[in-house]
């Protein structure tokens, strides 16, 4: 995958997980101006290249949030809350 691919599949995964990126990137302390220099918009041509510990963190904070709502379904007795 190239960087612009890891990017919107991030922003994927928090759209069905109902999170904002910029919530995303403050759980796992990124700045959300840093994930926005990452993306390749009009304004931003050339994007900042991202690091892969900052992608795993995103990611990682995704997984969690999985486990969270997981958690969350169990304890109403599979009832998403």
């Avoid at 599949?9 to 759209?15: G, H, K, M, P, Y």
């Avoid at 999170?19 to 994930?35: E, K, Q, V």
């Avoid at 390749?40 to 999985?66: C, F, M």
Wanted: aromatic residues 4%.
């Amino acid at each position: 995958m190239n960087q612009q691919s890891i990017i919107r599949d991030i922003e994927n995964r928090a759209r069905e997980r109902r999170i904002s990126i910029s919530a995303l990137c403050r759980r796992a302390g990124i700045h959300p101006d840093t994930f926005r220099n990452w993306r390749k918009t009009p304004q931003n041509p050339d994007p900042v290249g991202a690091n892969l510990h900052s992608v795993e963190r995103l990611y990682a904070e995704l997984r969690k949030i999985d486990a969270e709502d997981a958690k969350r379904v169990a304890k109403n007795g599979g009832v998403a809350a």
